[in-house]
């Protein structure tokens, strides 16, 4: 159905990640190739003077190591972690125009009030994305 997938992930969200992953296998094509992204939001610059030196370093190697861990080698499919710096929405767009993508899978909540006034990630990605989105809920 799908050549190339994008799947974004929380890493903090283990269960609903694997769940996304494990749907968007089912919709791939032979020989095609997922992309397994996650999106490290920038801290802010008023935080950065509080917080170790080496946080935004420890930060990428552990969400590296998390993303690593929900791929199978076991498994016949093509899995690429993707691992971004910057706002979710935006990076995750930018990733399916970098990969050529052809569905971008992505996990929702129930909005709360937050999400009306700004608007959740799913919900920018649905509006801005060049390809199809599958939201999970």
């Known amino acids: 159905m799908y050549a190339r997938i994008i799947v974004a992930v929380d890493i903090a969200e283990r269960a609903q990640a694997h769940a996304l992953l494990e749907n968007a296998k089912t919709l791939l ?3 095609g190739e997922i992309r397994l992204v996650h999106v490290l939001e920038d801290v802010p610059g008023y935080l950065l003077a509080n917080l170790p030196p080496d946080l935004t370093e420890r930060r990428r190697a552990e969400a590296m190591v998390e993303l690593r861990a929900m791929i199978d ?6 899995i690429t972690p993707d691992l ?12 399916a125009e970098d990969s050529g993508a ?3 899978m992505i996990a929702s909540h129930k909005p709360g009030f937050r999400d009306y006034l700004i608007g959740s990630t799913a919900g920018r990605v649905i509006r801005h994305a060049g390809c199809s989105v599958l939201v999970k809920r």
Do not use: N, V, W
């Open 84 to 95: 971004r710096h910057g706002a979710a929405s935006g990076q995750i767009i930018q990733a």
């Open 73 to 78: 080698p076991s498994q016949d499919i093509r």
């Open 102 to 104: 052809d569905l971008i």
């Open 29 to 31: 094509d032979a020989g």
